[in-house]
């Protein structure tokens, strides 16, 4: 039952009505009988920073953040952890101590699904990473420390890819664009990830 007491957490994105979040974390928190609430928030492109203040002020116990909005709460937030300053993204905001802590477990929950889902392990493998937007720098850098061989990262444009392979962030060993670039990367490489809501990977 919601009552005065329950606390409200929620997902923003343009768009975000489609997410299977809401249904995901109701379950789980009616699973463990937690007082809690999970709603989806349609936040206009350029409004992150506004969805932070609005936690602020609302007092709101969480939020999960996707497309747009994963730098602009970078910058908003009260601090980020390590791995979200190092990606410059956030994709969840919790509050610690009266603040808002900004994190990304992008690259994390997907070496996670790989392992417990899959049972595949990335050390040693050649991997692809199709995408070098935000998920996808994500997924790079977790695969490297993971232990993968080497991570190509293809994308549409080739700035964005190669500058996440040679930056001072980059922990990939090449940079690719382009379908020709796709066709000749994806054949050779173990586990292939791509970032724009699915995983796939090769045995």
Known sequence: MITGA???????????????????????????????VYLAFE??????AAAVDAM??????????????????HDAVDLCTPVADDLGAVNCVFRRDGRLVGD???GAGFIDALRLDEQVEVAGRRCVVLGAGGAGRAVARALAEAGAADIAVVNRSPAPAAAYSAGPRGRTDQAAHEDQACQSAVPTHRAVSTCTGRRDHRG
């Open 43 to 48: 936040v206009p492109d350029g409004r992150g």
């Open 56 to 73: 602020r002020t609302l007092g709101l116990g969480g939020l999960s953040v996707t497309m747009p909005h994963k730098a602009a709460v």
């Open 104 to 106: 990304n477990t992008d």
């Open 6 to 36: 329950t606390q409200v957490a929620g997902v923003i994105g343009w768009p975000v009505r489609h997410s299977l979040s809401p249904t995901i974390l109701n379950a789980a928190f009616a699973a463990v009988g937690a007082d809690w």
